[in-house]
């Protein structure tokens, strides 16, 4: 079979070196970014816990270390967000050698629309679902209980829905991407339209805890505009 133009045929361990030493590169970046980040943590969680969460929430810890280990897993994260573009490069750098002219052009388009369509979806999640759930979980404890959250708990709770959404808005890379290498028909999916919005809307109201359904119109109306827009999108495909 004729291989892919440029490309030269290296040794198994060739490969695997080069991998290698572009893993370490992202991990030394991933490092050092965190390193950076992790001095200005405190400011950056303080302003997350006053924009996300009800005024005069108490902020609690109830371990030794839970506020250096908090400071050090947010810092990650954020230097994870900040480091993309490297992990991106280096990637498609390692695998590009591979592909044809046709499929470097497709990934060219890909990589920089997923980018926007997870940040679009992070951010939705941080100024509209976060503080929506937060504000209606302490409207209704405090009755009970005095506002008080662990840290920790906390801070993984909105860094998994922040990251959750994300990875929801990757929704039209994945059908776009399916329909090119021919796994869907965007005549099957117009068609099981109605079966689609069922899947959504059962979704929505699994995923967003809020009593008052404020929340899960949002997800939903979200998820409903993403999947008509990998319907437009596949027009083109």
Not at 59 to 82: C, D, G, R
Not at 99 to 118: A, C, G, N, Q
Not at 127 to 146: C, G, Q, R, T, W
Request: proline share 5%; aromatic share 12%.
């Amino acid at each position: 079979m004729d291989g892919v133009p440029g490309d030269d045929n290296l040794p198994l361990l060739a490969h695997i070196t080069e991998f290698r030493s572009r893993l370490i590169i992202a991990s030394l970046a991933l490092g050092v970014g965190t390193v950076i980040v992790y001095p200005f943590s405190g400011t950056l969680i303080g302003t997350i816990w006053s924009d996300l969460l009800p005024g005069g929430t108490q902020m609690t810890v109830y371990a030794p270390l839970e506020l250096i280990v908090a400071k050090f897993t947010f810092s990650f994260m954020v230097a994870f967000v900040l480091c993309v573009p490297i992990l991106l490069y280096e990637l498609l750098a390692f695998a590009g050698k591979g592909l044809y002219p046709k499929e470097k052009r497709f990934l060219m388009t890909i990589v920089p629309i997923s980018i926007l369509l997870f940040l679009a979806g992070s951010g939705i999640a941080y100024l509209a679902i976060v503080p929506v759930i937060f504000k209606y979980m302490m409207l209704h404890s405090e009755d009970i209980a005095v506002a008080g959250l662990s840290l920790r708990t906390t801070l993984s709770v909105v860094g998994t829905l922040v990251l959750g959404f994300g990875l929801v808005f990757q929704f039209p890379i994945l059908v776009v991407s399916a329909i090119k290498m021919g796994l869907l028909e965007r005549k099957q999916l117009k068609n099981s339209r109605m079966i689609v919005y069922g899947a959504l809307i059962t979704f929505a109201i699994f995923v967003t805890p809020d009593a008052t359904g404020v929340s899960q119109l949002i997800v939903f109306a979200v998820f409903l505009l993403l999947f008509e827009f990998s319907l437009v999108a596949a027009r083109f495909v």
